[in-house]
């Protein structure tokens, strides 16, 4: 059974910077993607970046390309968010899910962690 557990949340001026962490357990993640989304008040949830745990490719929203990066630490299980040049819009409740399929979807992943509040103010 897949856990995940993100931390690493907090609230930074429009500007900063926070890394998200999401430590994984209860399997090989080998094939596996790992994904982040976030949820803001009164909107969907939303894909924000995937990485393939193997190869190590990533993809963006377009929302956040060239200023959040996906990482992950094989040895520790753990896959990151790094999240610089932050701006109020980006404001929600972080989400680290997991795969073993394709799709960027809500819906495509079977795994989620409790998420983690990431608040950025002007």
């Known amino acids: 059974q897949v856990q995940l557990v993100e931390s690493g949340g907090g609230s930074v001026q429009a500007g900063g910077s926070l890394r998200l962490s999401c430590a994984a357990s209860?399997?090989?993640?080998?094939?596996?993607?790992m994904g982040w989304f976030r949820q803001a008040p009164g909107k969907e949830r939303e894909f924000v970046a995937v990485?393939?745990?193997?190869?190590?490719?990533?993809y963006y929203a377009d929302s956040v390309k060239g200023r959040f990066t996906i990482s992950r630490d094989n040895a520790k299980n753990t896959v990151y968010l790094q999240m610089n040049s932050l701006k109020p819009e980006d404001t929600a409740v972080y989400y680290c899910?997991?795969?073993?399929?394709?799709?960027?979807?809500?819906?495509?992943?079977?795994?989620w962690g409790q998420g983690t509040q990431v608040t950025v103010s002007t």
């Open positions: 990485i393939m745990w193997s190869r190590g490719s990533t």
């Open positions: 209860g399997r090989t993640f080998s094939g596996y993607r």
């Open positions: 899910a997991a795969q073993s399929g394709a799709g960027l979807g809500v819906a495509d992943f079977g795994s």
